[in-house]
T-cell receptor, first 112, second 112 residues
């Protein structure tokens, strides 16, 4: 089954404790993105990747890191999480930014 | 910079009535435009997309959207609302560069 998977689905952590949210797709897509969803603000793109070893900032990259060492994986790293990063996070993939984005199920992160 | 504005964070319609969700965008180049739907506790799914082939775009579940360049709009409509249309809807644009920008979302409530 074609899908985007994210782990964990739920995470509660404390300020400053490094964490990684994994994302994997099995559709051989070139383009992958991370978004955060906050009430009233819609989805905001954090980082995106056009291909392996090619990543770029979205609209809200501060406090986040990503890597794309393999085509299928695109982990999101929070080196020192803060409470303002409490949000619902979605990973997505597509053939290109012009094509349909396939979204993962979401990761709900709470930073205390 | 590109941006997307969705007028109305909440819309309430009666079952069988017209659904109209408004989306205006700003872009310095011809855009790719998308509408996505998010059902409760799920990721986003593509409803339809505009790619310059035709100004009236038909999507899934009876939705359609019309691209109006002069008004920089891409409003979403459905002639007759169904209870299953209750969800949150997001307009998105890909213009210059490889970023995707989403609007703030419109939550649709369908009254019996």
């Amino acid at each position: 089954e074609a899908q985007v998977t994210q782990n964990p689905r739920y995470l509660i952590t404390v300020t400053g404790k490094k964490l990684t949210v994994t994302c994997s797709q099995n559709m051989n897509h070139e383009y992958m993105s991370w978004y955060r969803q906050d009430p009233g603000l819609g989805l905001r793109q954090i980082y995106y990747s056009m291909n392996v070893e090619v990543t770029d900032k979205g609209d809200v990259p501060e406090g986040y890191k990503v890597s794309r060492k393999e085509k299928r994986n695109f982990p999101l790293i929070l080196e020192s999480p803060s409470p303002n990063q409490t949000s619902l996070y979605f990973c997505a993939s597509s053939l290109s930014p012009n094509n349909e984005q396939f979204f993962g199920p979401g990761t709900r992160l709470t930073v205390l | 910079a590109q941006s997307v504005t969705q007028l109305g964070s909440h819309v309430s319609v009666s079952e069988g009535a017209l659904v109209l969700l408004r989306c205006n965008y700003s872009s310095s180049v011809p855009p790719y435009l998308f509408w996505y739907v998010q059902y409760p506790n799920q990721g986003l799914q593509l409803l339809l997309k505009y790619t310059s082939a035709a100004t009236l775009v038909k999507g899934i579940n009876g939705f359609e959207a019309e691209f109006k360049k002069s008004e920089t709009s891409f409003h979403l409509t459905k002639p007759s609302a169904h209870m299953s249309d209750a969800a949150e809807y997001f307009c998105a644009v890909r213009a210059a560069g490889n970023k995707l920008t989403f609007g703030g979302g419109t939550r649709v409530l369908v009254k019996p």
